[in-house]
């Protein structure tokens, strides 16, 4: 059994792991923490797991996770995992960062867009970036694996067989992606109550976003040639769910949808649909699907693809335990067959 | 494996069923039958199903059902299973009906609430109710099982505690019941679009709702004493979950957290919280758990009773399955452990 | 022009009424205050107010609301009004208070639900009850009107017909209320996010809440007997609406439709629906109607009644511009003849 | 007063128009038509009608609604409307038609995508496009207006200043538009049950939706050059409102918020918002207003345009009323004052 550990139990990706992992057939979950909760019973926040799990959050003390833990998996804000993670490696411990903190290679871009500077830049290096459909062999074998954003999951598993072969420009890149409110996580905030954020749709964040540089740093590397991408995030109003719809100019005649499949032939949570076909988000709610689907309207340049995840899972506490299975030698699909839940 | 055919693959019970049944470790999905999709690929219709069954729905002919299958789940409106049963069952096939053709054992009570004579009388004393908090046992033995709808499942598991042991005036019961969209099926309707039935709430049937006999006569049954209950079915704007609220008036004093503790010890999708609680629908969502709270405001005689289910899985599809599990000795559990998906 | 300030104006009820002043036909808004946004324009807080209404948030200043308002309207939590209302009287301003500081006439009462004692209790014998339903031509004369809670004005306008005319058992009420989710008013709060209250239903306060005592003193004023009511809220996933499910014992014969389209033949905001009928919440969404429909199943000794109601409206900011049309003699639906949102 | 007639009342248009008619200080609705209800109250069909509407539906002659009717609005599916336009013209009642049949001028065009020959080719000539930000004038001596799609509206008035200033490359233009499911009409079908549309986000109609020739037309119009449009319409699961997200490549340099607030200075329901703003689809719902904002993320050569409205008023009814205000030398904004409702 792998023996898991868990930083920052009362978010939705730490209760949507919890959901994950009490029931993967080769996993122990050895300990949960919370500042804010520490001593309390797990089901009583989260009264989805009655029954399920018998554990209460604790104290986050790395020593007491490391000797506890074979992986201690952080589902913090931004700024927590930098500070622990190094304890936790000297200890032989291995980490999967849900987080923002090591998602990007370069520490100037980092403190650029997360306004401090980052507290382990030596681990920059060593970070495996968690997305398993380019990254499968080194996550294998990495100590820290820094798992994709929600949107970049989406929108870079959409671009990558467009870009890897040089099909589009990739100076003229357009992500208008959607998320449900659940991204924003669970914090009391006035723009995410049911009264501001139901019946609405808005864009955000216009003028530059977080994920941003995340995914221009990973299509770059697909492409091998310098990015030019127009990223709007909207709020849909609905719990889970991110649909991105890409838009790129075409550069030289293909079989797309045969790239696409056989792109993501051997890929168990990428499923190219038919062509024609329009993904809904609530295909692959709950589960850790990716489905896409690619057009190309009136056969002209301009190559759409529409891209659909659960930002909680596949976005990421599912590619979280996606990336643990690939390193601990599971199977990738192993605790992660979960079926949509449709209505 | 227990070979398992559903007729009337299309509704929301339907595929409800496919989820729960693709993902059980002794079921192997045999046939599903559909008279206007005969031929369609189940994961057409349900993209959620892509990869997890390779299913063509074909027409639905007794005979050859019985030859493929152990057990036949009926997913169809009423009307339908009392024609194709007594042949099933003349081969040897058992059958798991979820409508409501074999629910009341009066046939002169189903004329008056369904409109028109029952086709099957005779079979109406052999079906058993399958409700396993009160019939684990007959239903074990069970060649035809008939599921309870999803108002009664919520109701009685929340009356029965009271009404077995006299402790209320069987008389004077009200049921407030609450109930998402997807109790309508999955049938194209104005009332239940989008736009007719989001950001709304209202009661329905209030003079009179098919799941008002079929109450009466599970809460009779339990009381042994003439039943006077009112039943008030809303529709709230939200896809699955039901909510009943339920009021009694206590005839004599005990303790009542106790009275439902015992009552459930040992059932394993009846979940009773800790006094003072308040059951959210979510709670259940996806799962086969009904959770009860019961409140006795400022120590007066009127007991409440909060009962939340899933109408499609405890209240239907899931219950089909936990009572599948219990006809062929299966632990009552097995592909049952869904965790409620929250958020 | 009436000139009116608002003090509180960034809630839910302060919006509202903003919406409603700013087109009603003889109303200027002279002012509106909130600490917290002093100096802010109002329409940048809420968008939907640009090009309706040219003001900026101010300190709130009882002298000052005095010189410059004929009326000053309340839409704060409780316990502010109390303290700033003898000095708008005693300026001659007249006031209408939407929070619950005057809502219970006995201070004692009021000490003991909002623990801590009344500020202002010489005023509570003066304080008008604000539902026009009963008290019309006190309010008109009235300095201070006190507007009940959104459950209040559903439960009451629904029970009064039953009550006053002694056809029902005044120690047997049941009312089993429904709200959205603005009626938490809107400040940040886990458990009214999005993703915490949509696709989710449940009770709270059952073992007693605020708005309890404030409807037994109504209901006891009706009926001039002591009155037994148990009384559960529940929160629904909509935004706006309140739907009230009331349950009495019938004590003698009589043409209930008929009770009801009397008493209410001069309401021009109480709507008795037809025999049969089911009130949707939306129906009166946006609107300052409440709609009723009165059933008894089976003829049986069981009266329900449904009663619908927009709370931001009819409960709240619609109410409060119905009693200041009466207090300053206007016609008692000026302004307030908005058509419902359908869908 | 103005005598206004419409048929096919039934739909969410027709019951829109009803709610901004009933309200016009200068319209008395004189008809209502709908072969289906005929006979039928309206406000037993839309109970939020009740004491503001007394009328009866009636079978659609155009004899008598010429005789009975000023104007005469046609809230149909296509290809109703160009049966019975000539008959009412020829009597002198104008017309404004909600539906698609005289949107585009070219009858050729219009039956590739209508999939049928025109029946008044003649009269498409004559028809105006009812969008009054561009055809003021001529509306307002038109016989037939064609009121434009929702999708149009909303697309239109963001992309026009930046190509009637030919700022931008008119052939990569992209509009991806999202949608509340009001948008697919009153009409029982599967897709937009709430158990299917809400939850739930996906793009369609990618290969060609029937709003894209009437796009075009308007900004080629507008631009006077061929123009490249990729048009993505998506479903949201809400009720109300469009959000269009544009994309153009700027190709001078511009002050891009001074060029919009210029273009619709004199435009009363066209709000442009201060730079770096997000409307909200709530900020415009049940009111007539369009808001846009402007962006160009690190000043690059991607303009951004975001564009609200309301579908069924600024896209539908609200619009077909503020060009009857025209037609019939009324105050533009008669009638359409309404400020949106929020929460």
Aim: hydrophobic share 40%; aromatic share 6%; proline share 7%.
């Amino acid at each position: 059994m792998i023996r898991a550990g868990i930083v920052g139990g009362t978010g939705y990706t730490g209760v949507e792991l919890l959901r994950l992992l009490a029931n993967h057939p080769n996993v122990e979950i050895a300990a949960i923490t919370s500042r804010t909760e520490a001593g309390a019973a797990v089901s009583e926040l989260f009264p989805n797991l009655r029954g399920h799990l018998e554990l209460c959050f604790t104290e986050p003390e790395p020593t007491r996770l490391a000797d506890e833990c074979d992986v201690v998996f952080f589902a913090t804000p931004h700024g927590v995992a930098m500070d622990m993670v190094p304890a936790l490696l000297a200890q032989n411990t291995r980490v999967i960062d849900l987080s923002a903190d090591f998602r990007l290679s370069d520490p100037v871009v980092w403190e650029r867009w997360y306004g401090r500077p980052h507290a382990a830049p030596d681990l920059l290096a060593e970070a495996v970036y968690g997305l398993p459909e380019i990254n499968r062999e080194t996550i294998a074998q990495a100590r820290l694996v820094a798992c994709p954003g929600c949107y970049p999951t989406a929108v870079q598993l959409g671009f990558l067989p467009l870009l890897e072969q040089q099909l589009v420009d990739p100076g003229q890149l357009i992500a208008d992606a959607k998320s449900g409110a659940s991204g924003a996580g669970r914090k009391a905030a006035l723009g995410t109550l049911l009264c501001e954020a139901s019946e609405n749709f808005k864009a955000y964040g216009v003028s530059g976003h977080r994920h941003l540089p995340e995914i221009i740093q990973g299509l770059h590397q697909a492409s091998q040639s310098p990015v030019g991408l127009t990223f709007v995030p909207h709020l849909t109003p609905m719990i889970r769910g991110i649909h991105a719809t890409l838009y790129a100019q075409l550069q030289r005649e293909t079989d797309l949808q045969a790239v696409y499949e056989q792109r993501y032939a051997t890929a168990p949570f990428v499923d190219v649909l038919p062509p024609g076909s329009h993904p809904e988000t609530r295909s692959v709610r709950g589960s850790n699907m990716c489905r896409l689907a690619v057009h190309r309207p009136s056969a002209g340049n301009t190559v759409i693809v529409l891209s659909v995840t659960d930002n909680l899972v596949k976005g990421a506490s599912g590619q979280a335990v996606q990336n643990m299975n690939l390193m601990f030698g599971q199977e990738e699909t192993c605790g992660l067959t979960h079926i949509a839940v449709i209505p």
